[in-house]
């Protein structure tokens, strides 16, 4: 795995981003949902593969900041895309440009 991240970096250096300083995480997304899917309540620290993905999305949180919007004006969300998805029905998918929703709220 050492020369892995080494070949990455040298690749990421050769196309001019900044390979040493960037965080490289390696684990299993299959082991950790393995053992999701076996122990559901399982928490941090309980397993290796678990805390791989906890502390890939703490390098996230600290890495990409949130998007800054209105919060106090209207809803409006670009659609991009629409999806039918069998059992659920017609998904739409966008990007959040202002206000925000609850979980339950009808828009239109």
């Given at each position: 795995l050492e020369l892995v991240e080494l070949e990455i970096r040298e690749?990421?250096?050769r196309y001019d981003f900044?390979?040493?300083d960037i965080p490289?995480?390696?684990g299993s997304a299959l082991l950790a949902v393995e053992a999701l899917t076996a122990h559901p309540q399982m928490k941090r620290g309980d397993n290796e593969w678990v805390d791989k993905i906890?502390?890939?999305m703490d390098?996230?949180?600290q890495?990409?900041?949130l998007p800054q919007r209105d919060i106090e004006k209207d809803f409006l969300m670009a659609i991009e895309n629409i999806v039918s998805i069998t059992g659920r029905g017609t998904v739409a998918t966008g990007r959040v440009e202002?206000?925000?929703i609850k979980v339950g709220e009808?828009?239109?």
């Open positions: 690749t990421l250096d900044p390979g040493d490289i995480i390696s906890y502390e890939l390098i996230v949180d890495s990409i900041p202002r206000g925000q009808t828009v239109e």
